[in-house]
């Protein structure tokens, strides 16, 4: 059974650096991409990023400013999100998201992490 | 990057309806459209891929359609369960997008 299993809820300060995780089983972790997508309070879902655990190719959607980075550990079949210095407009639910491999990019996500709510204040 | 316009952005419908929902890309994705329902309080389920291809367990009642920049997800004879928001999201080109949802409310 694919599983994504995401890391729990955080609440942090502004400027405050957080990282959270998504780990993957029932499949092959580094063949799958994983993506992140934002949800802030009541609105719709953003795009934030994609990575090929495979390769480390990571591609970001340049909205974000360079202030997260994606990362992923095949050894233990986990990605990561990260923030540098949180801001409150970060608050948000997170979630990832599995993509099957394309031969140019990933193709749809299919399976979601259960979601990880990030607190700012 | 390519914008994402759902319409409407809210519709009331029954249970029995056919109800429709479009999405048209701010230029041309070939078919690399997916459609998401995502429920209060929950993680949103993955419904289409491929513009018109169902996920695995999604009921036959679901149908998406179109290529290019114009894309519809019908459901046909709404069922209770289906009130929610529906995404659509494009694949084709970085950075992916989503549109701004639709809300199927109960007439």
């Known amino acids: 059974e694919v599983q994504l299993v995401q890391s729990g809820a955080e609440v942090k300060k502004p400027g405050d650096s957080l990282t959270i995780s998504c780990k993957g089983s029932g499949y092959s972790f580094s063949t799958y991409w994983i993506a992140w997508v934002r949800q802030m309070p009541d609105k719709g879902l953003q795009w934030m990023g994609v990575i090929y655990p495979g390769d480390a190719d990571t591609k970001y959607n340049p909205s974000l400013g360079g202030r997260v980075t994606i990362a992923s550990a095949n050894s233990i079949t986990t990605a990561f999100l990260q923030f540098s210095s949180l801001t409150t407009s970060d608050t948000a639910v997170y979630y990832c998201?599995?993509?099957?491999?394309?031969?140019?990019?990933?193709?749809?996500?299919?399976?979601w992490g259960q979601g990880t709510l990030v607190t700012v204040s | 990057d390519i914008q994402m316009t759902q319409s409407p952005s809210s519709l009331s419908a029954s249970v029995g309806d056919r109800v429709t929902i479009t999405c048209r890309a701010s230029?041309?994705?070939?078919?690399?459209l997916a459609w998401f329902q995502q429920k209060p309080g929950k993680v949103p389920k993955s419904l289409i891929y491929?513009?018109?291809s169902l996920h695995s367990g999604v009921p036959s009642r679901f149908s998406g359609s179109g290529s290019g920049t114009d894309f519809t997800l019908t459901i046909n004879s709404l069922q209770p369960e289906d009130f929610a928001t529906y995404y659509c999201q494009q694949y084709n080109t970085y950075p992916f997008t989503f549109g701004g949802g639709t809300r199927v409310e109960m007439k």
């Open positions: 230029q041309g994705i070939n078919y690399y």
């Open positions: 491929g513009a018109s």
């Open positions: 998201v599995r993509h099957k491999s394309g031969v140019l990019h990933p193709l749809a996500g299919d399976f």
